[in-house]
C-alpha cells in the first residue's frame, strides 16, 4: 500500500525544544484551570499537536524529524520545568504514536493517516474471545491518560493464538468510537493527565489491528521483512525504551523546585534569629547537596540513554532489571529533592496554588506510577545481579 507524507517543517531540534517551551508555559498559566478540570485544556493539545511534537517519533517515511532518545527526554524535560502534567502527555502523545510502527503496514497506514492521537493503557485486565478472524473484547481499564483528546486507544487484553502455547499480553486498537470513556480522574497529583477509565462492551476486532506485546518485546520490530532499520523504537530493549518520559518529566520538575527552592531562600529571613537564610550555612549546604543529587541524576539519565543506543548500535544485552533500577533511581533522587525543598522551606512553602505545592505532588505522583518504583525496581535487579530471574519487562 502507498502512503502519504504527512505535513512537517522538517523542523530542527532547536525549533522543537522552542515549541516544547511553549507548551509548558501555556500548560502553566492554565494549570489551575486544569486542576478543576482534571484535564490540560484543548489549546494545550493542539499545541502539542501544531508544534509538531505529537507527530516526533513517527518513522522518517512519514515525514517527521524522529529524534533520538537524547533529544526526545530534552523535549519532555522542557515541558516539565513548567507543568509536569502537560509534559505527562507531551510524553505520552508522540510516544503512543509510535504504536501503529508495529502493526502490519495495512492497519498500520490509516491509523497513521487518519493523523489523530494515541492513549493507551498496558494493564491487561481485559477478556477476549474468538470470533472468526479476529476477537470480541470486553473490560474496563483505568489510567488512559489524554483519552480525552485521543481518537485511537490500545488496551491490554491477555489472548490466545494459534502459534502460541499461552495466553499472551496483547494490545488491540480501539477507535475512539467503540469505547465509552469514564470520567473517573480525581487525585492527588497529575489531575492534569485526564487519565479516566475506557470501558469496552463486546466490541470486534480484527487480527491485524492488535499488538502482540510480547513479540514486539522479543524481536522489536515490525511484521515485515523490509523495514527502517534506523528507527529509534527497531532494535532496542521495548519496554525500557518506551519508559524514557518518567525520568525525564522527575528531572525537569526536579530541576523547576531547586529553582523555586533558591528563589524562596534568598528572600527568606527566619524569625528566630534575624539572618538572611541564602548566607547561612543551612541553607547553603543543603542547596549544594541538592545541586549535586541532582547532577547525580542527570549522569544516570544519560547512562539509561547510552544503555538504550549501546543495546541498538552494538548489540549490548542490558538486563530489563537494570534499566528498571536506573530509572526509578532517577525518579527517587528527583522526589527527595522535592521533599527536602519542601522541608527546608518550612510553612511558608505550604499555601496553596504557589509552584512548590503544585509541583512537589506531581513529583510524587510521577514516583508512583507501577514502572517508577524504586523498591520493585532494586529488588529485581539485585535477583539479576546474582544470575537470578528478575521478572521484570523493563
Keep these: ?15 522543537l525544544l522552542a515549541g516544547a517551551e511553549k507548551i509548558g508555559r501555556l500548560a502553566e498559566q492554565e494549570a489551575k484551570t486544569a486542576d478543576e478540570n482534571a484535564t490540560i485544556s484543548e489549546n494545550v493539545v493542539n499545541l502539542i499537536k501544531e508544534t509538531q511534537i505529537s507527530k516526533l517519533m513517527l518513522p522518517k517515511k512519514y515525514g517527521f524529524p524522529q529524534v533520538s532518545f537524547s533529544e526526545y527526554a530534552k523535549i519532555i524535560r522542557k515541558v516539565a520545568n513548567y507543568n509536569l502534567s502537560a509534559a505527562w502527555l507531551t510524553y505520552l502523545y508522540p510516544l503512543h504514536n509510535t504504536l501503529p510502527a508495529y502493526l502490519p503496514e495495512v492497519e498500520r497506514e490509516k491509523i497513521i493517516q487518519q493523523g489523530g492521537l494515541i492513549c493507551d493503557v498496558f494493564a491487561a485486565v481485559g477478556k477476549a474471545e ?17 483519552v480525552l483528546y485521543s481518537d485511537w486507544i490500545g488496551l491490554g487484553v491477555l489472548m490466545e493464538f494459534p502459534d502460541s502455547t499461552k495466553p499472551e499480553v496483547c494490545m488491540p486498537v480501539f ?3 467503540e469505547v465509552e470513556v469514564v470520567k473517573n ?15 469496552v462492551d463486546n466490541v470486534y476486532i480484527q487480527s491485524d489491528r492488535i499488538l502482540r506485546m510480547e ?14 532499520h534506523d528507527y529509534p523504537y527497531y532494535g532496542v530493549p521495548y519496554f525500557p525504551a518506551f519508559y524514557i518520559g518518567f525520568p525525564s518529566i522527575a528531572l525537569g520538575g526536579a530541576e523547576r523546585i531547586l529553582q523555586e527552592f533558591k528563589t524562596q531562600t534568598e528572600k527568606r529571613v527566619r524569625l528566630v534569629d534575624g539572618v538572611r537564610e541564602s548566607e547561612s550555612p543551612r541553607s547553603q549546604r543543603v ?3 541538592m545541586m549535586t543529587e541532582f547532577h547525580a541524576a542527570e549522569a544516570l539519565m544519560d547512562k539509561y540513554i547510552q544503555l538504550l543506543e549501546d543495546s541498538k548500535q552494538l548489540g549490548v544485552e542490558v538486563p530489563r532489571s537494570e ?16 521533599l527536602r525543598s519542601l522541608l527546608t522551606l518550612g510553612g511558608g512553602a505550604l499555601y496553596k496554588g504557589g509552584a512548590m505545592e503544585l509541583f512537589f505532588r506531581d513529583i510524587m505522583s510521577v514516583a508512583t506510577h507501577k514502572t517508577s518504583l524504586y523498591e520493585d525496581s532494586v529488588a529485581a535487579y539485585g535477583l539479576e545481579l546474582f544470575g537470578l530471574e528478575g521478572g521484570v519487562r523493563g
Excluded: H
Aim: proline share 2%; hydrophobic share 35%.
Design 1 to 15: 500500500m502507498g502512503f502519504q507524507t504527512l505535513d512537517n517543517k522538517n523542523l530542527t531540534f532547536e525549533e
Design 130 to 146: 474468538r470470533d472468526g478472524e479476529g476477537f470480541r473484547i470486553s473490560g474496563k481499564w483505568n489510567f488512559a491518560s489524554g
Design 175 to 177: 477507535n475512539r468510537s
Design 185 to 199: 480522574w480525581d487525585t492527588f497529583g497529575l489531575r492534569g493527565t485526564g487519565s479516566n477509565q475506557v470501558v
Design 215 to 228: 513479540q514486539i518485546e522479543k524481536n522489536s520490530r515490525p511484521p515485515e521483512e523490509d523495514y527502517d
Design 287 to 289: 542547596m549544594a547537596e
Design 323 to 338: 534499566f528498571f533500577a536506573i530509572r526509578t533511581k532517577v525518579i527517587k533522587i528527583c522526589t527527595e529533592i522535592a
